[in-house]
């Protein structure tokens, strides 16, 4: 099924809707959303974002940050070998972190607070309000580090209503999952939600290497996890109140996201490696190969937690709110490299290890207010985020050929401290016309220290090595726009805004005085825009947002992969542009279904860059001049041009009282290039994913059956360039089908 046959069944969505209001009116309950950093309705904001809701996010069968791809067509996730290197990726634009001197270009934030680091947010969505996709630079109130755009997650709050919900999900591939929410009243004026859970999934692909020796894992990219979050709502008078927030969360991963691999030069053909390690059973197949040969402990583990206190007070018509946050995360990672290869390799890279370790603090004062004066409507606040971040790397290294085994670790400190003030305002010029604007000054203090003891690493004679430096900056990012109010349901929208992501280092495993002397990368700035609509649609029943946007970027900072050295570089890309439409609908055209569907056309292409690095094997004649080539006209990496999902639940009443439900989800992706060398290898291919279940509900207890990829479709996530390394191939969890049964048990008291 290719894009065509999915806009028609679109259309076919679309003829649905309308039909359905023939039989009910069955107008759509107002969508709140804080893009804004207030509450205001879907259709009030001119910002391009797609809200999901806890709903919605079941129905695609969405269960952790990383998956809402399925639910927000402008997301792409890049998975790496570690989680520290993870990527979220809106219209294109994003950074997969790998090393420790570079920060996010999306940010993102939880229950108010801002996640310095990507790792920091790849967490299980449990007991969800919504997560707001905000698309685009998004300067003015998410400050540094949202140039590409933001996430802001929203966990549901303590509530006067008592009740107690458990949840169990029991599925193929010995998947069991557990929540408990428990919610109340603790006393006149404190209320109280409690959410626990665990997860556990085995991995799908097998570990031949365990038949030669057990004491290594047999399934790879398994996955468990487990954690709470706490939350105390104290009500201290008719005006002020206090939200106590505390949640931990842990994950472990096991094996590395990509053990697949073939042969230097090889390749894959429809996602089989051509050639692999024939001596410990791993061989080419017509059949889907999903073995690997791993003889070391291969695992990434994850820990989240934080405590945060939001003071509200409302003062005549402004609300004054103060957000104090701390939180710390640790990520552990062991790593079989060369999948424990022989002929016709003389070098062995047989471990990766290491951990990283982050805190942060951080403070934000903001003074909204409620009841505009004189058509003015504003939003003024204050900024400090400061975070300190330690790495450990260690690598072994061996090379028969000239009897050299060697074992060298790395040090690095990274601290940064960030402030910001920031003023947007929203001016009433006519009764159905207002004027916006938005300004931010933020100033960056950055430094690192690094130690590698001891060398070799990778090529002997490395001499052990340390060093510091430190920088600062400061940016003013903004916007300026124009809202038209057709009418009470309708919006339309102009926007042009600028973002700005901090400057960063290249911390390289084998930094030298040379590296170091080429001082930081300079900081990624961003403009943008946007022309779009707003409305109800189908007779009240739905919401509608439609956006078209234009987007720059200068000296966007990126990871290239140098394949003669096997290490990664940072680098100021040069230019590049991101343009494209984006379609949101969603609600309810009649009393028993609700549906919500999304599009994104982008079109992301490298403007200039003149110095990036030639992929494997590449000759003259394919455009390798020198070791580098020029990548002007070339394809952003992990950009598909189109993408598309669709979801619904229907319900169908029984006389007995009871219910019977059903519900799907839909998504599309267009091929696109993960590697920025453009190595043709390269690309992933095109996919759809189709999932789906059926329940029935009686008094305070359900049952669902589900399917996840009901058609078992294969795809992969992205693959990294051939060379020494041979071509990786790195998959998702989701793409085998997974079947299984979820319960549901409620008690609800007055």
């Known amino acids: 099924m290719n894009k065509y046959i999915y806009l028609l069944s679109f259309f076919l969505f679309f003829n649905l809707s309308i039909s359905s209001q023939e039989n009910d009116s069955n107008e759509i309950e107002e969508v709140i959303v804080t893009a804004q950093k207030k509450e205001e309705r879907y259709v009030d904001v001119p910002v391009s974002v797609t809200t999901v809701s806890g709903e919605q996010l079941d129905i695609a069968r969405v269960g952790y940050v990383q998956e809402l791809v399925a ?65 685009g630079p998004q300067g003015t109130l998410f400050g540094k580090n949202a140039s590409g755009g933001a996430i802001n997650i929203v966990t549901k709050d303590p509530s006067a209503d008592s009740s107690a919900e458990f949840y169990y999900t029991l599925g193929s591939n010995e998947e069991q999952n557990f929540t408990a929410v428990l919610n109340g009243a603790l006393s006149d004026n404190i209320l109280g939600r409690l959410t626990v859970f665990q997860k556990e999934r085995e991995g799908f692909i097998t570990n031949e290497y365990y038949k030669l020796d057990n004491s290594v894992i047999e399934k790879m990219n398994g996955n468990e996890s487990e954690g709470f979050r706490g939350k105390l709502l104290w009500l201290l008078d008719d005006s002020a109140e206090i939200l106590f927030v505390a949640d931990f969360e842990n994950q472990y991963r096991t094996g590395i996201a990509s053990p697949l691999r073939s042969m230097p030069a090889a390749g894959f053909i429809d996602g089989n490696p051509v050639a692999t390690n024939e001596a410990c059973g791993v061989v080419p197949s017509e059949e889907e190969n999903f073995s690997t040969c791993m003889n070391h402990p291969t695992y990434n583990e994850m820990e989240h937690s934080g405590v945060s206190m939001t003071y509200t007070r409302d003062l005549d018509n402004h609300v004054f709110k103060s957000i104090t946050s701390a939180r710390d995360s640790y990520i552990g990672t062991e790593q079989d490299v060369d999948n424990h290869w022989d002929a016709p390799w003389t070098v062995g890279i047989p471990r990766n290890g290491g951990f990283s370790e982050t805190t942060q603090f951080t403070q934000e004062f903001q003074l909204t207010n409620i009841d ?15 975070q300190e971040l330690f790495r450990n790397f260690n690598r072994r290294v061996t090379w028969p050929a000239i009897g050299f085994d060697g074992t060298g670790y790395m040090n690095t400190n990274v601290d940064s401290t960030n402030w910001a003030v920031y003023g947007d305002l929203t001016r009433e010029i006519t009764e159905n016309i207002d004027l916006i604007a938005g300004l931010r000054y933020t100033n960056d203090e950055l430094s690192y220290d690094f130690e590698r003891p001891t060398g070799p690493i990778i090529i002997p004679n490395i001499p052990a090595w340390s060093g510091s430096d430190s920088g600062s900056d400061n940016n003013v990012s903004g916007r300026v726009g124009m809202k038209y109010n057709y009418d009470e349901d309708t919006m339309f929208f102009a926007t042009y805004s600028t973002g700005y992501k901090s400057p960063g280092w290249d911390i390289i495993f084998e930094m030298t005085p040379a590296v170091a002397a080429r001082g930081s990368v300079e900081a990624e700035t961003s403009t943008n825009v946007e022309f779009g609509l707003k409305t109800k649609v189908f007779n009240d029943t739905m919401l509608l947002g439609v956006t078209r946007f234009d987007s720059s970027f200068d000296n966007y900072q990126q990871q290239s992969f140098i394949e003669d050295l096997l290490q990664f570089r940072l680098a100021n890309v040069g230019e590049i542009s991101t343009s494209g439409w984006e379609v949101d609908l969603f609600g309810s055209p009649s009393q028993n279904l609700t549906l919500n569907a999304g599009i994104a056309i982008v079109d992301a292409v490298v403007d200039s860059w003149s110095a990036a690095q030639c992929y494997a094997g590449q000759s003259e004649a394919l455009g390798c001049v020198g070791g580098v080539q020029d990548l002007a006209g070339a394809e952003v990496p992990l950009s598909p041009d189109f993408k598309a999902s669709l ?88 793409y085998k089908k997974i079947i299984g049964v979820n319960f549901k048990y409620s008690i609800f008291g007055n």
């Open 647 to 734: 979801g619904f639940r229907y319900d169908i009443p029984m006389p007995t009282g009871n219910n019977v439900f059903i519900t799907g989800s839909y998504r599309y992706q267009d091929e696109f290039q993960s590697n920025w060398n453009q190595y043709p290898n390269s690309i992933v291919d095109s996919y759809q994913l189709v999932n789906g279940s059926i329940g029935y509900e009686v008094g305070n207890f359900s049952v669902e059956a589900f399917a996840r990829n009901l058609f078992d479709e294969f795809y992969v996530n992205n693959y990294t360039s051939g060379g020494l390394l041979g071509d990786q191939m790195y998959l998702n969890q989701d």
């Open 71 to 135: 639910a927000a067509p402008s997301v792409t996730y890049n998975r790496t070998a570690g989680m520290r290197g993870d990527g979220i990726y809106i219209r294109g634009i994003g950074t997969s972190l790998f090393q420790s001197g570079v920060e996010p270009t999306v940010s993102a934030v939880l229950d108010g607070v801002v996640l310095g680091r990507t790792y920091n947010f790849l967490a299980n969505l449990v007991d969800i309000e919504r997560v707001e996709i905000l698309r």
């Open 372 to 386: 505009p004066v004189n058509g003015l409507d504003y939003t003024v606040g204050f900024f400090y985020f400061s």
